[in-house]
Protein backbone atom coordinates (compact mmCIF):
# COMPACT_ATOMS: atom_id res chain seq x y z
CA UNK A 1 0.00 0.00 0.00
CA UNK A 2 1.28 3.24 -0.91
CA UNK A 3 0.84 6.31 1.87
CA UNK A 4 -0.53 8.19 2.95
CA UNK A 5 -2.54 5.04 3.87
CA UNK A 6 -5.77 6.04 6.07
CA UNK A 7 -7.24 3.45 8.34
CA UNK A 8 -10.72 3.56 10.47
CA UNK A 9 -11.18 1.70 13.84
CA UNK A 10 -15.20 0.19 14.30
CA UNK A 11 -15.31 3.05 17.17
CA UNK A 12 -14.19 5.64 14.34
CA UNK A 13 -11.00 6.77 15.41
CA UNK A 14 -9.03 7.97 12.31
CA UNK A 15 -5.26 7.12 11.50
CA UNK A 16 -3.43 7.91 8.67
CA UNK A 17 0.68 6.20 8.53
CA UNK A 18 2.63 8.44 6.16
CA UNK A 19 6.66 9.65 6.19
CA UNK A 20 8.07 13.06 6.47
CA UNK A 21 11.60 14.54 5.82
CA UNK A 22 12.19 12.14 2.83
CA UNK A 23 15.98 12.90 2.53
CA UNK A 24 19.13 10.86 0.95
CA UNK A 25 17.13 7.82 1.97
CA UNK A 26 14.38 5.50 0.45
CA UNK A 27 10.64 5.83 0.08
CA UNK A 28 8.66 3.87 2.54
CA UNK A 29 5.65 1.68 1.98
CA UNK A 30 3.23 -0.85 3.61
CA UNK A 31 2.19 -4.34 3.28
CA UNK A 32 -0.34 -6.42 4.71
CA UNK A 33 0.69 -10.22 5.84
CA UNK A 34 -1.16 -12.73 7.43
CA UNK A 35 -3.23 -10.13 9.64
CA UNK A 36 -0.20 -7.69 10.31
CA UNK A 37 0.83 -4.37 8.90
CA UNK A 38 4.76 -3.85 7.89
CA UNK A 39 6.49 -1.15 6.14
CA UNK A 40 8.82 -1.71 3.85
CA UNK A 41 11.60 0.42 2.19
CA UNK A 42 11.88 0.53 -1.77
CA UNK A 43 15.14 -1.12 -2.72
CA UNK A 44 17.75 0.33 -4.94
CA UNK A 45 17.63 0.30 -8.80
CA UNK A 46 18.52 -3.32 -9.96
CA UNK A 47 18.02 -6.00 -7.30
CA UNK A 48 15.97 -5.95 -4.11
CA UNK A 49 18.53 -6.21 -0.72
CA UNK A 50 19.74 -2.98 -0.54
CA UNK A 51 17.58 -0.30 0.09
CA UNK A 52 19.72 2.71 1.86
CA UNK A 53 23.23 3.54 1.34
CA UNK A 54 24.95 5.99 4.06
CA UNK A 55 27.69 7.04 5.89
CA UNK A 56 26.94 7.27 9.79
CA UNK A 57 25.89 9.33 11.22
CA UNK A 58 22.55 9.45 8.93
CA UNK A 59 19.16 10.09 9.24
CA UNK A 60 16.09 8.48 8.83
CA UNK A 61 12.87 10.20 7.23
CA UNK A 62 10.21 10.67 10.32
CA UNK A 63 7.16 8.02 10.71
CA UNK A 64 4.54 9.69 11.25
CA UNK A 65 0.82 8.82 12.45
CA UNK A 66 -2.20 11.10 12.10
CA UNK A 67 -5.23 9.89 14.64
CA UNK A 68 -8.52 11.77 15.31
CA UNK A 69 -11.66 11.11 16.17
CA UNK A 70 -12.45 14.00 13.34
CA UNK A 71 -11.50 13.07 9.69
CA UNK A 72 -11.16 16.90 9.37
CA UNK A 73 -8.30 17.30 11.88
CA UNK A 74 -6.14 15.15 9.66
CA UNK A 75 -6.69 17.18 7.04
CA UNK A 76 -6.02 20.53 9.10
CA UNK A 77 -2.82 19.34 10.27
CA UNK A 78 0.66 20.81 9.52
CA UNK A 79 2.66 18.57 11.06
CA UNK A 80 4.16 16.97 7.48
CA UNK A 81 5.87 19.96 7.25
CA UNK A 82 6.54 20.84 10.31
CA UNK A 83 8.78 17.67 10.49
CA UNK A 84 10.49 19.05 7.55
CA UNK A 85 13.89 20.55 7.42
CA UNK A 86 13.88 24.33 7.69
CA UNK A 87 13.83 26.77 4.54
CA UNK A 88 17.53 26.24 2.99
CA UNK A 89 16.82 28.91 0.49
CA UNK A 90 18.30 31.99 0.88
CA UNK A 91 16.35 33.76 -1.16
CA UNK A 92 12.93 32.70 -2.00
CA UNK A 93 11.16 36.84 -2.54
CA UNK A 94 10.84 35.24 -6.59
CA UNK A 95 8.68 32.36 -5.80
CA UNK A 96 5.24 33.12 -7.13
CA UNK A 97 2.80 30.22 -6.80
CA UNK A 98 -0.68 30.57 -9.48
CA UNK A 99 -2.26 28.85 -11.96
CA UNK A 100 -1.26 27.32 -14.91
CA UNK A 101 -2.75 26.07 -18.58
CA UNK A 102 -1.52 22.62 -19.63
CA UNK A 103 -2.32 22.21 -23.33
CA UNK A 104 -1.67 18.91 -23.35
CA UNK A 105 -4.35 18.10 -21.49
CA UNK A 106 -7.27 19.43 -23.93
CA UNK A 107 -5.18 18.27 -27.35
CA UNK A 108 -3.51 21.84 -27.86
CA UNK A 109 -7.04 22.87 -29.40
CA UNK A 110 -6.57 26.12 -30.82
CA UNK A 111 -9.31 28.03 -33.54
CA UNK A 112 -9.57 27.34 -36.63
CA UNK A 113 -8.66 31.08 -37.55
CA UNK A 114 -4.70 30.82 -36.41
CA UNK A 115 -2.47 29.38 -39.55
CA UNK A 116 -0.26 26.61 -39.21
CA UNK A 117 -0.63 25.52 -35.66
CA UNK A 118 1.71 23.41 -33.76
CA UNK A 119 4.93 23.72 -31.82
CA UNK A 120 5.57 27.11 -32.50
CA UNK A 121 4.90 30.87 -31.52
CA UNK A 122 1.31 32.02 -32.84
CA UNK A 123 0.18 28.64 -30.94
CA UNK A 124 1.69 29.38 -27.65
CA UNK A 125 0.34 33.42 -28.39
CA UNK A 126 -2.85 32.49 -28.44
CA UNK A 127 -2.52 30.85 -24.94
CA UNK A 128 -0.74 33.55 -23.17
CA UNK A 129 -3.28 36.27 -24.91
CA UNK A 130 -5.85 33.96 -22.95
CA UNK A 131 -3.84 33.86 -19.41
CA UNK A 132 -3.32 37.76 -19.72
CA UNK A 133 -6.98 38.30 -20.39
CA UNK A 134 -7.58 36.45 -17.45
CA UNK A 135 -4.81 37.39 -15.01
CA UNK A 136 -3.66 33.88 -14.97
CA UNK A 137 0.19 33.68 -13.96
CA UNK A 138 1.35 30.97 -16.16
CA UNK A 139 1.52 29.68 -19.16
CA UNK A 140 3.19 25.64 -20.03
CA UNK A 141 4.89 24.81 -22.87
CA UNK A 142 4.51 21.28 -23.46
CA UNK A 143 4.13 19.32 -27.07
CA UNK A 144 2.58 19.60 -30.22
CA UNK A 145 1.36 16.53 -32.37
CA UNK A 146 3.03 14.03 -29.34
CA UNK A 147 6.39 15.44 -29.85
CA UNK A 148 7.62 17.47 -27.49
CA UNK A 149 8.58 21.13 -27.25
CA UNK A 150 12.51 20.55 -27.02
CA UNK A 151 15.11 17.97 -29.93
CA UNK A 152 14.18 14.05 -29.32
CA UNK A 153 14.90 11.74 -31.28
CA UNK A 154 13.28 8.56 -28.81
CA UNK A 155 9.53 7.97 -29.13
CA UNK A 156 6.29 8.49 -27.44
CA UNK A 157 8.36 10.55 -25.19
CA UNK A 158 10.53 8.64 -23.78
CA UNK A 159 14.07 9.96 -24.50
CA UNK A 160 16.27 8.31 -27.12
CA UNK A 161 20.03 8.65 -27.13
CA UNK A 162 19.98 12.67 -28.79
CA UNK A 163 16.93 14.03 -26.65
CA UNK A 164 18.37 17.41 -25.80
CA UNK A 165 16.16 19.91 -23.64
CA UNK A 166 18.31 23.19 -24.56
CA UNK A 167 17.24 22.78 -27.95
CA UNK A 168 13.50 23.57 -29.40
CA UNK A 169 12.07 22.01 -32.40
CA UNK A 170 13.00 23.62 -35.78
CA UNK A 171 10.54 26.22 -35.74
CA UNK A 172 10.10 27.08 -31.62
CA UNK A 173 11.81 29.88 -30.95
CA UNK A 174 11.58 29.78 -26.65
CA UNK A 175 13.40 33.61 -26.60
CA UNK A 176 10.29 34.68 -28.19
CA UNK A 177 7.57 33.08 -26.35
CA UNK A 178 9.38 34.04 -23.25
CA UNK A 179 10.38 37.76 -24.18
CA UNK A 180 6.27 37.89 -25.75
CA UNK A 181 4.94 36.19 -22.45
CA UNK A 182 7.34 38.94 -20.12
CA UNK A 183 5.28 41.85 -21.92
CA UNK A 184 2.07 40.35 -20.86
CA UNK A 185 2.54 40.00 -17.74
CA UNK A 186 2.78 35.97 -17.97
CA UNK A 187 5.18 33.33 -16.77
CA UNK A 188 6.37 30.96 -19.38
CA UNK A 189 7.20 27.04 -18.03
CA UNK A 190 8.00 24.07 -19.64
CA UNK A 191 7.30 19.91 -19.26
CA UNK A 192 10.43 17.96 -19.23
CA UNK A 193 11.36 13.98 -18.79
CA UNK A 194 13.15 13.88 -16.24
CA UNK A 195 16.00 11.61 -17.91
CA UNK A 196 15.99 14.06 -20.59
CA UNK A 197 16.42 16.93 -17.87
CA UNK A 198 18.91 15.02 -15.30
CA UNK A 199 21.80 14.18 -18.00
CA UNK A 200 22.07 17.54 -18.53
CA UNK A 201 20.91 19.19 -15.48
CA UNK A 202 23.19 22.62 -15.15
CA UNK A 203 23.04 23.59 -18.73
CA UNK A 204 19.49 23.29 -18.57
CA UNK A 205 18.66 25.24 -15.83
CA UNK A 206 21.18 28.03 -17.40
CA UNK A 207 19.70 27.95 -20.49
CA UNK A 208 16.07 27.71 -18.71
CA UNK A 209 17.00 31.06 -16.81
CA UNK A 210 18.74 32.64 -19.73
CA UNK A 211 15.15 32.47 -21.47
CA UNK A 212 13.33 33.50 -18.67
CA UNK A 213 11.42 29.95 -18.30
CA UNK A 214 9.91 30.39 -14.80
CA UNK A 215 9.36 26.71 -13.65
CA UNK A 216 9.10 23.50 -14.74
CA UNK A 217 6.76 20.16 -14.93
CA UNK A 218 9.06 16.97 -14.12
CA UNK A 219 7.08 13.61 -15.56
CA UNK A 220 7.65 10.18 -15.76
CA UNK A 221 10.31 9.73 -12.13
CA UNK A 222 8.22 6.76 -11.21
CA UNK A 223 9.86 5.73 -8.68
CA UNK A 224 10.94 6.45 -4.68
CA UNK A 225 13.88 4.41 -4.28
CA UNK A 226 17.15 6.36 -2.53
CA UNK A 227 18.65 7.37 -5.71
CA UNK A 228 15.52 9.29 -7.35
CA UNK A 229 15.41 10.48 -4.06
CA UNK A 230 18.22 11.94 -3.71
CA UNK A 231 17.68 12.97 -7.40
CA UNK A 232 14.51 15.06 -6.50
CA UNK A 233 16.56 16.80 -4.57
CA UNK A 234 19.24 17.65 -6.12
CA UNK A 235 16.76 18.92 -9.11
CA UNK A 236 14.78 21.41 -6.80
CA UNK A 237 18.36 22.68 -5.06
CA UNK A 238 19.79 23.41 -8.15
CA UNK A 239 16.46 24.63 -10.04
CA UNK A 240 16.44 27.14 -6.64
CA UNK A 241 19.79 28.73 -7.48
CA UNK A 242 18.02 29.75 -11.57
CA UNK A 243 14.98 30.81 -9.64
CA UNK A 244 12.78 28.10 -11.40
CA UNK A 245 10.26 26.27 -9.54
CA UNK A 246 9.29 23.09 -9.89
CA UNK A 247 5.90 20.20 -10.09
CA UNK A 248 6.99 16.88 -10.03
CA UNK A 249 4.45 14.96 -11.92
CA UNK A 250 4.48 11.20 -12.01
CA UNK A 251 6.22 10.93 -8.88
CA UNK A 252 6.03 9.96 -5.42
CA UNK A 253 3.92 11.44 -2.68
CA UNK A 254 4.97 14.89 -0.77
CA UNK A 255 6.85 14.43 2.50
CA UNK A 256 6.71 18.28 3.90
CA UNK A 257 10.13 19.15 1.58
CA UNK A 258 7.85 22.30 0.08
CA UNK A 259 8.93 23.67 3.84
CA UNK A 260 12.72 23.16 2.89
CA UNK A 261 12.80 24.17 -0.71
CA UNK A 262 9.77 26.25 -1.71
CA UNK A 263 10.44 26.14 -4.81
CA UNK A 264 8.51 22.69 -4.82
CA UNK A 265 5.42 23.65 -6.00
CA UNK A 266 3.29 20.13 -6.11
CA UNK A 267 3.10 16.97 -6.75
CA UNK A 268 0.86 14.45 -8.45
CA UNK A 269 1.29 10.92 -6.55
CA UNK A 270 -2.47 10.02 -7.57
CA UNK A 271 -4.83 9.18 -10.65
CA UNK A 272 -6.01 12.69 -11.97
CA UNK A 273 -8.50 14.06 -14.42
CA UNK A 274 -5.67 13.16 -17.62
CA UNK A 275 -7.02 9.94 -17.23
CA UNK A 276 -10.08 11.35 -18.44
CA UNK A 277 -8.42 11.33 -21.92
CA UNK A 278 -8.02 7.69 -22.44
CA UNK A 279 -10.05 5.67 -19.48
CA UNK A 280 -13.62 6.20 -17.84
CA UNK A 281 -12.19 5.91 -14.02
CA UNK A 282 -12.54 9.29 -12.68
CA UNK A 283 -15.58 9.31 -11.15
CA UNK A 284 -16.96 11.53 -8.49
CA UNK A 285 -16.66 8.51 -6.51
CA UNK A 286 -13.10 8.77 -6.77
CA UNK A 287 -12.14 12.61 -6.27
CA UNK A 288 -14.04 12.22 -2.88
CA UNK A 289 -11.19 9.87 -1.36
CA UNK A 290 -8.02 12.06 -2.65
CA UNK A 291 -8.81 14.54 -0.07
CA UNK A 292 -8.41 11.57 2.87
CA UNK A 293 -5.83 9.98 1.11
CA UNK A 294 -3.27 11.31 -0.82
CA UNK A 295 -4.12 15.17 0.39
CA UNK A 296 -2.91 14.37 3.57
CA UNK A 297 1.03 14.37 2.55
CA UNK A 298 0.42 17.95 0.71
CA UNK A 299 -0.42 19.77 -2.86
CA UNK A 300 -2.28 17.51 -4.63
CA UNK A 301 -0.99 17.90 -8.20
CA UNK A 302 -4.91 17.35 -10.03
CA UNK A 303 -5.66 18.25 -14.19
CA UNK A 304 -8.43 20.63 -12.99
CA UNK A 305 -10.66 22.64 -15.03
CA UNK A 306 -12.15 20.68 -17.24
CA UNK A 307 -15.39 22.97 -18.44
CA UNK A 308 -17.59 19.95 -20.67
CA UNK A 309 -19.19 17.58 -18.22
CA UNK A 310 -21.89 15.11 -19.23
CA UNK A 311 -24.31 12.16 -17.78
CA UNK A 312 -22.35 9.18 -17.33
CA UNK A 313 -24.54 7.33 -19.86
CA UNK A 314 -22.59 9.83 -22.30
CA UNK A 315 -19.42 9.57 -21.62
CA UNK A 316 -16.88 8.72 -23.91
CA UNK A 317 -12.88 8.67 -23.94
CA UNK A 318 -11.70 11.43 -26.26
CA UNK A 319 -8.00 12.21 -26.43
CA UNK A 320 -8.87 15.91 -27.53
CA UNK A 321 -11.07 17.79 -25.94
CA UNK A 322 -11.78 15.32 -22.87
CA UNK A 323 -15.08 15.11 -21.28
CA UNK A 324 -15.72 14.93 -17.60
CA UNK A 325 -17.84 13.42 -15.29
CA UNK A 326 -19.33 15.00 -12.11
CA UNK A 327 -20.64 18.61 -12.49
CA UNK A 328 -19.31 22.06 -13.00
CA UNK A 329 -19.99 22.72 -9.75
CA UNK A 330 -18.02 20.05 -8.12
CA UNK A 331 -14.96 21.15 -10.53
CA UNK A 332 -15.27 24.72 -9.39
CA UNK A 333 -15.12 23.51 -5.94
CA UNK A 334 -11.92 21.24 -6.25
CA UNK A 335 -9.87 24.07 -6.29
CA UNK A 336 -10.70 24.40 -2.92
CA UNK A 337 -10.83 21.19 -1.53
CA UNK A 338 -7.59 20.16 -2.91
CA UNK A 339 -4.53 21.78 -1.55
CA UNK A 340 -1.83 22.79 -4.72
CA UNK A 341 -0.13 25.67 -4.71
CA UNK A 342 -0.03 25.29 -8.66
CA UNK A 343 -3.71 25.22 -9.71
CA UNK A 344 -4.01 23.82 -13.37
CA UNK A 345 -6.37 25.26 -15.65
CA UNK A 346 -6.22 22.90 -18.70
CA UNK A 347 -8.77 23.06 -20.97
CA UNK A 348 -8.70 25.80 -23.76
CA UNK A 349 -9.56 29.19 -24.02
CA UNK A 350 -12.87 28.92 -26.03
CA UNK A 351 -14.26 26.78 -23.59
CA UNK A 352 -13.70 28.80 -20.85
CA UNK A 353 -14.36 32.60 -21.78
CA UNK A 354 -17.97 33.56 -21.69
CA UNK A 355 -18.90 29.91 -19.84
CA UNK A 356 -20.57 29.96 -16.23
CA UNK A 357 -18.14 29.86 -13.57
CA UNK A 358 -14.94 30.75 -15.09
CA UNK A 359 -15.16 33.79 -13.16
CA UNK A 360 -14.62 31.79 -10.08
CA UNK A 361 -11.84 29.80 -11.05
CA UNK A 362 -10.19 33.03 -12.06
CA UNK A 363 -10.56 34.72 -8.78
CA UNK A 364 -9.58 31.53 -6.24
CA UNK A 365 -6.02 31.51 -4.61
CA UNK A 366 -3.77 28.40 -4.56
CA UNK A 367 -2.40 29.56 -1.61
CA UNK A 368 -4.25 30.14 2.05
CA UNK A 369 -3.63 31.48 5.44
CA UNK A 370 -6.31 28.94 6.93
CA UNK A 371 -8.07 25.86 6.50
CA UNK A 372 -11.03 24.51 8.61
CA UNK A 373 -12.53 21.19 7.17
CA UNK A 374 -16.25 22.03 8.22
CA UNK A 375 -18.22 18.60 7.74
CA UNK A 376 -17.02 15.40 6.19
CA UNK A 377 -17.50 11.94 6.22
CA UNK A 378 -15.48 9.52 4.74
CA UNK A 379 -16.01 8.32 1.25
CA UNK A 380 -18.96 10.62 0.72
CA UNK A 381 -18.76 14.13 1.18
CA UNK A 382 -16.24 16.91 2.12
CA UNK A 383 -16.83 20.79 3.09
CA UNK A 384 -13.79 22.77 3.50
CA UNK A 385 -12.91 26.40 4.09
CA UNK A 386 -10.10 28.17 3.23
CA UNK A 387 -8.46 31.62 4.03
CA UNK A 388 -6.96 34.21 1.63
CA UNK A 389 -6.32 37.50 3.55
CA UNK A 390 -9.24 39.26 4.60
CA UNK A 391 -11.62 36.47 2.63
CA UNK A 392 -12.73 32.46 2.66
CA UNK A 393 -13.76 30.26 0.01
CA UNK A 394 -15.24 27.00 0.52
CA UNK A 395 -15.33 24.03 -1.44
CA UNK A 396 -18.27 21.52 -1.16
CA UNK A 397 -18.01 18.21 -3.19
CA UNK A 398 -20.19 14.58 -2.88
CA UNK A 399 -19.93 11.34 -4.65
CA UNK A 400 -22.90 10.19 -6.47
CA UNK A 401 -25.42 10.41 -3.97
CA UNK A 402 -27.12 13.92 -4.00
CA UNK A 403 -27.24 15.78 -0.51
CA UNK A 404 -27.95 19.15 1.54
CA UNK A 405 -25.20 20.02 3.78
CA UNK A 406 -25.65 22.83 6.32
CA UNK A 407 -23.01 25.35 6.95
CA UNK A 408 -22.49 26.60 9.55
CA UNK A 409 -20.99 30.13 8.63
CA UNK A 410 -19.21 31.00 12.47
CA UNK A 411 -15.23 30.12 11.65
CA UNK A 412 -15.45 33.42 9.72
CA UNK A 413 -14.22 36.79 11.47
CA UNK A 414 -16.11 39.80 12.88
CA UNK A 415 -17.93 42.09 10.02
CA UNK A 416 -20.18 41.50 6.98
CA UNK A 417 -19.35 39.50 4.27
CA UNK A 418 -20.77 39.17 1.05
CA UNK A 419 -21.30 35.84 -0.46
CA UNK A 420 -21.04 34.59 -4.09
CA UNK A 421 -22.30 31.32 -4.07
CA UNK A 422 -22.28 28.81 -7.03
CA UNK A 423 -24.68 25.81 -6.59
CA UNK A 424 -25.98 22.81 -8.79
CA UNK A 425 -28.78 23.57 -11.23
CA UNK A 426 -31.68 22.16 -10.65
CA UNK A 427 -31.25 19.47 -14.11
CA UNK A 428 -27.58 18.65 -13.81
CA UNK A 429 -28.97 15.02 -14.11
CA UNK A 430 -29.25 16.07 -17.77
CA UNK A 431 -27.12 19.29 -18.25
CA UNK A 432 -24.37 18.87 -15.31
CA UNK A 433 -22.70 22.17 -16.88
CA UNK A 434 -25.72 24.09 -15.37
CA UNK A 435 -24.70 25.92 -12.20
CA UNK A 436 -26.65 28.88 -10.31
CA UNK A 437 -24.93 31.98 -9.32
CA UNK A 438 -26.43 34.40 -6.25
CA UNK A 439 -24.71 36.98 -4.05
CA UNK A 440 -25.69 37.52 -0.51
CA UNK A 441 -25.01 39.14 2.50
CA UNK A 442 -24.02 37.48 5.69
CA UNK A 443 -21.98 37.09 8.72
CA UNK A 444 -20.51 34.89 11.23
CA UNK A 445 -23.82 34.06 12.94
CA UNK A 446 -25.73 32.63 9.67
CA UNK A 447 -26.31 29.18 8.21
CA UNK A 448 -26.09 28.65 5.10
CA UNK A 449 -27.94 25.28 3.29
CA UNK A 450 -25.71 24.08 0.67
CA UNK A 451 -27.45 21.38 -1.94
CA UNK A 452 -25.10 19.38 -4.13
CA UNK A 453 -26.47 17.31 -6.91
CA UNK A 454 -25.26 13.76 -7.33
CA UNK A 455 -21.95 14.28 -8.41
CA UNK A 456 -22.28 18.17 -7.67
CA UNK A 457 -20.37 20.71 -5.22
CA UNK A 458 -21.02 24.30 -4.10
CA UNK A 459 -17.88 27.02 -4.48
CA UNK A 460 -18.20 30.07 -2.50
CA UNK A 461 -16.45 33.07 -2.42
CA UNK A 462 -17.09 35.12 0.93
CA UNK A 463 -15.53 38.48 0.56
CA UNK A 464 -14.82 40.64 3.28
CA UNK A 465 -16.49 44.15 3.84
Not at 131 to 145: D, F, I, K, Q
Not at 209 to 230: A, C, Y
Amino acid sequence: MDMPALFETPDHIFTAITEANLLNYAGMYLSKEHGVLRSKLSPLPGQTKIKVKASLPHHSPWRVMMISDRIGALIESNIITNLAEPCKLTDSGWLKPGKTTFPWWNGNVVPDTINAPGNNFVTNKYYIDFCARNHLEYHSVVEYGLHEWYTNDGAGFVPGPNADVTKPVPGLDMQQICDYAKQQGVGIRVWVYWSALYKKLDAAFTQFEKWGIKGMMVDFLDRDDQEMVNIQTEILEKAAAHHLHIQFHGAYKPTGLNRTYPNEFTREGTMNYEVNKWDKRITPDEDINIPFTRMLAGSTDYHLGGFRAVPDSLFIVNYTRPLMLGTRCHMLAMYVVLENYLGMVCDYPQAYEGQAGFDFIKEVPTVWNATKVLDAKLGEYICIARKHNEDWYVGAITNHDARKINLDLSFLDNGNYRAEIYSDADDTNVHPNGLLKQSINVKKTDTIILSLASGGGTAIRLIKE
